[in-house]
């Protein structure tokens, strides 16, 4: 790598409520992405640190959703290019001066998911190659701001979060696996791979085995139940409000909390509220509503906080039964991420979870994100770029 050149990888974290995108110099890091002749000269990449990473960002850009499947396509390729230039735009920086991009997103849930954001993508970023022009589901880079990037060898170009098509061997979508696969025994990190689980407006629980073996869990949408996200424990306050409306269920101090945050003044205008625009962001704003009356004693939003934190858990219990980390006993690691699974404040979502796990799970170590997970996006281009 020439003095004085940058090494720009850019980082995207699409989801239903909005999309950011980070840009890393990792030049100014030790462990610096080399061109391909400084390969064998490079430092190690394991030895970048959470806080080394942040001191790359050179460039942001954020814009609204990008999970076509709640803002349709047109929307959701606006949204994933206005992100994008803005970070270029905020470090100065050309298209063609980046050396690799990863961009995870809700949504993208199928190979043809895949191959469109893709067509999305050639044109702005002709240069590259399509090993250094990923697209993966936002679980991935989720997980990847955990690990600083670090996913298992074996998955390194093949894990992408998606449902495979009909017919492939992954056994992402069913199935059990054997014990773990393949990693240092008794390690937790992101080498050993793991499982993610995100509850934002979305939720989807994700992991890989050391061996490179893929499976999920959740992650339909609000159509298929998405239980255990924002979207849903607000669509389930919004029912709790008629019901104690109606008198088929308890009087809740959720009525008064969803009507101020509305701007109703009866529970009778809530029908035409939720028809007017049923966009997923929009209920899942309520959810700051839920929380706070949980942390009150409401019984009904305790319930609702509960239920989805029960859901949360079963479905990193499913992930990880299929990739076989329980069968193994060996610790294994489980990345928690999102707007509301990371938030602790009353009535400490991450602590209930974790009680949780630790009754499912009891091998698991839970473990926050590291940085956000647009960085890790673009970490995760990095590495894969070293490979």
Request: aromatic share 4%; proline share 5%.
């Amino acid at each position: 790598m020439a003095a004085g050149s940058r090494a720009l990888f850019l980082g995207v974290d699409g989801g239903a409520s909005s999309t950011s995108a980070v840009l890393l110099d990792l030049s100014r890091a030790n462990a610096a992405a080399p061109a391909e002749a400084d390969m064998a000269e490079a430092a190690g990449p394991a030895e970048l640190t959470a806080e080394g990473a942040r001191e790359c960002v050179v460039g942001r850009g954020s814009s609204g959703s990008s999970n076509k499947n709640s803002v349709g396509e047109a929307s959701a390729r606006s949204a994933l290019r206005s992100a994008m230039e803005g970070a270029l735009g905020a470090a100065g920086a050309a298209a063609g001066e980046v050396a690799g991009v990863c961009v995870g997103m809700a949504g993208v849930d199928r190979p043809a998911d895949v191959q469109l954001v893709r067509s999305w993508l050639s044109p702005l970023f002709p240069h590259l190659p399509p090993s250094r022009l990923l697209i993966r589901n936002d679980a991935l880079v989720a997980f990847a701001s955990a690990t600083l990037g670090i996913i298992p060898a074996a998955a390194a170009t093949t894990a992408t979060g998606i449902l495979p098509d009909e017919g492939e061997e992954r056994i992402i979508g069913g199935g059990r696996g054997g014990g773990g696969g393949g990693g240092t025994e008794g390690r937790v990190d992101g080498e050993n791979g793991g499982v993610v689980v995100i509850s934002g407006t979305g939720t989807i629980a994700y992991g890989m085995a050391a061996d490179g073996r893929e499976a999920r869990a959740s992650g339909g949408g609000p159509l298929l139940g998405d239980k255990g996200s924002g979207y849903a424990m607000c669509c389930d306050a919004l029912a709790a409000v008629l019901r104690a409306w109606d008198g088929r269920g308890r009087v809740t101090s959720l009525t008064e909390a969803v009507l101020g945050h509305a701007g109703l003044s009866s529970p009778s205008e809530l029908i035409g509220w939720a028809y007017a625009n049923p966009s997923w962001s929009r209920f899942a704003a309520l959810f700051p509503c839920v929380r706070a009356c949980a942390a009150a004693g409401d019984a009904a939003a305790m319930a609702i906080v509960t239920d989805g934190v029960e859901e949360m858990a079963l479905s990193a219990h499913a992930v990880a039964c299929r990739l076989g980390f329980p069968a193994s006993r060996q610790p294994f690691l489980i990345v928690t991420a999102g707007g509301v699974l990371t938030d602790s404040s009353p009535p400490n979502i991450p602590r209930m979870f974790d009680q949780q796990i630790r009754m499912l799970l009891p091998s698991a170590v839970v473990k926050p994100p590291q940085v956000e997970a647009a960085v890790g996006a673009a970490l995760l281009a990095w590495r894969i770029t070293l490979c």
